[in-house]
C-alpha cells in the first residue's frame, strides 16, 4: 500500500496487495487504510487499484468501512484504475451508489478538487 498526497486529496494505492487470498494480510492492509481514514485532517481519499487483477468480498467489508469512517468526517472517497472485472464485481455488488468510479488516479484526483 502505497499513500501519496496530491494537494487536497489523499491517493492510496494498493497495486497487488489488494487482490491477495491471504486474510491476514488483507485484515493488516485494512487496519492501515481505517487507521488513515480515521486520522489526521485529510478528508478525501481516492483508492487506486491499477494493478489489482481482483478484489473479494472480504477487500469490499474494508473498503465498505473505510467510506463509512470517511463518511463520519463529511469526506469523500472515490474508486480509481478498476480492471473490469473489479468494476463488475463493484457494479453487481452496487457499491457503484457509494463511489465514484474513474479510470485513472489523475481523473479522480482532478474531480474531487473542484
Known amino acids: 500500500m502505497n499513500i501519496q498526497q496530491q494537494d487536497t486529496v489523499t491517493v492510496v494505492e494498493f497495486g497487488q496487495l489488494a487482490d491477495s487470498l491471504d486474510l491476514d494480510a488483507l485484515d493488516e492492509m485494512g487496519g492501515k487504510l481505517i487507521s488513515l481514514v480515521s486520522s489526521g485532517t485529510a478528508t478525501t481519499y481516492v483508492l487506486d487499484f491499477h494493478g489489482t487483477e481482483m478484489i473479494g468480498s472480504h477487500f469490499l467489508e474494508i473498503l465498505v468501512r ?22 463488475e464485481v463493484i457494479r453487481l455488488s452496487r457499491l457503484d451508489r457509494l463511489w465514484d468510479l ?3 488516479k489523475e ?4 474531480a474531487l478538487q473542484c
Open 66 to 87: 473505510a467510506w463509512k469512517r470517511v463518511g463520519e468526517r463529511d469526506g469523500q472517497l472515490a474508486l480509481s484504475g478498476l480492471t473490469p472485472f473489479c468494476t
Open 102 to 104: 474513474y479510470p485513472t
Open 107 to 110: 481523473d479522480a484526483v482532478a
